[in-house]
T-cell receptor, first 111, second 113 residues
Framework: GENVEQHPSTLSVQEGDSAVIKCTYS??????FPWYKQELGKRPQLIID?????GEKKDQRIAVTLNKTAKHFSLHITETQPEDSAVYFC??????????FGTGTSLTVIP | NAGVTQTPKFQVLKTGQSMTLQCAQD?????MSWYRQDPGMGLRLIHY???????DQGEVPNGYNVSRSTTEDFPLRLLSAAPSQTSVYFC????????????FGSGTRLTVV
C-alpha cells in the first residue's frame, strides 16, 4: 500500500515568516493530495488540495506544490499568523475512497 | 445541513465490552470511512465504504466491524474492547466523483480501561 512520510514533525516560526511542510509518497498511482489543518481538540479540516495534473495551486497565503517525478509535495504558508498554529496533515489517494495520511506537523507561530 | 455527525463524543469502556460508534452524513456522499488517530501516528484507516452494501478493510481493521445499510449511516462496532483501542475515532465522507477531500466528523474519544 501507499506510504506517506511527512517532515518536519514540529516547526516553529516567527509571525510573518513563511512555513514549509514536505511530504513524500511511495505509490506512483496516487493522483490526489489534500492537506488538512487540525486545531487542538477539533476535527481535521481540508485547507487545500492538488491533483496530479497540476504542479502548483495557491489560495491566498497557502500554496501547494507537487513533483510527480520525485513523488513529493509541499505546503507553503506565507505571512504566518498566530491562528495558523495547528497540526497539519498531508495525505495521498489514488481512488478518493482510501487516503493515506502523513504523521502530522505541529506548527507554532510565535507572535 | 449537519455534515458528518458522530456520537458519542466521549466513551469509557471496560476491557471486553462491546459498543457501536455512530456516524451519519446528510450530504449524499457515497464514500465513508473510519479513521483512528493516535499521537505521533497520524490518521490510520480502519474500514471504508464506497456505497450502501459495500465495505472493505483499511490499514488497521482488526477488532472492528462495519456495515453500510444506507447511504447516510456507517456505524463502527468494537467487538471486544482492548486497551490498544484507546484512541480518537473520526468518521469521514466524500463524493465519489472526484477525488475530493474528506469531510470529517467531530470525533469520538474512546478510553478502554
Amino acid at each position: 500500500g501507499e506510504n506517506v512520510e511527512q517532515h518536519p514533525s514540529t516547526l516553529s516560526v516567527q509571525e510573518g515568516d513563511s512555513a514549509v511542510i514536505k511530504c513524500t509518497y511511495s505509490d506512483s498511482a496516487s493522483n490526489y493530495f489534500p492537506w488538512y489543518k487540525q486545531e487542538l481538540g477539533k476535527r481535521p479540516q481540508l485547507i487545500i488540495d492538488i491533483r496530479s495534473n497540476v504542479g502548483e495551486k495557491k489560495d491566498q497565503r497557502i500554496a501547494v506544490t507537487l513533483n510527480k517525478t520525485a513523488k513529493h509535495f509541499s505546503l507553503h504558508i506565507t505571512e504566518t499568523q498566530p491562528e495558523d498554529s495547528a497540526v497539519y496533515f498531508c495525505a495521498a489517494s489514488e481512488s478518493g475512497n482510501q487516503f493515506y495520511f502523513g504523521t502530522g506537523t505541529s506548527l507554532t507561530v510565535i507572535p | 445541513n449537519a455534515g458528518v455527525t458522530q456520537t458519542p463524543k466521549f466513551q469509557v469502556l471496560k476491557t471486553g465490552q462491546s459498543m457501536t460508534l455512530q456516524c451519519a452524513q446528510d450530504m449524499n456522499h457515497e464514500y465513508m470511512s473510519w479513521y483512528r488517530q493516535d499521537p505521533g501516528m497520524g490518521l490510520r484507516l480502519i474500514h471504508y465504504s464506497v456505497g450502501a452494501g459495500i465495505t472493505d478493510q483499511g490499514e488497521v481493521p482488526n477488532g472492528y466491524n462495519v456495515s453500510r445499510s444506507t447511504t447516510e449511516d456507517f456505524p463502527l462496532r468494537l467487538l471486544s474492547a482492548a486497551p490498544s483501542q484507546t484512541s480518537v475515532y473520526f468518521c469521514a465522507s466524500s463524493y465519489s466523483r472526484g477525488p475530493y477531500g474528506y469531510t470529517f466528523g467531530s470525533g469520538t474519544r474512546l478510553t478502554v480501561v
